[in-house]
Nanobody, 126 residues
């Protein structure tokens, strides 16, 4: 059973930075995708971006392009989300998800992922 463990998050002022980590333990597959989603109060869960192990590619949604970056450590089955120039509208609970996925690009639909992390709060205020 794949366990997804997230770390990072917290409170930051507008313009600040945070880094989230996501480790998928017992993920023995060589071909997988990992994704970040977020859900703000009163809003639906939305994709932030994703990573494909098939070719190492990443996708970021338009609202975070130029501010956020996804990186990964394949050997550790770990993905990172570096968030810079944070805005109050980035405030949300951020979730990491993973699942088997043989081909790139990585999917950005939540229904494509069966294994989810516990979520971590990111609050941009000040």
């Amino acid at each position: 059973q794949v366990q997804v463990v997230q770390s990072g998050g917290g409170l930051v002022q507008p313009g600040g930075s945070l880094r989230l980590s996501c480790e998928a333990s017992d993920l023995t597959l060589d071909f997988y995708a990992m994704a970040w989603f977020r859900q703000a109060p009163g809003k639906e869960r939305e994709a932030v971006g994703c990573f494909s192990s098939a070719d190492g590619s990443t996708i970021l949604v338009d609202s975070v392009k130029g501010r956020f970056a996804i990186s990964s450590d394949h050997a550790k089955r770990t993905m990172y989300l570096q968030m810079n120039s944070l805005r109050p509208e980035d405030t949300a609970v951020y979730y990491c998800a993973t699942d088997f996925h043989h081909f790139a690009p990585c999917p950005t639909a939540a229904r494509q992922y069966d294994y989810w992390g516990q979520g971590t709060q990111v609050t941009v205020s000040g």
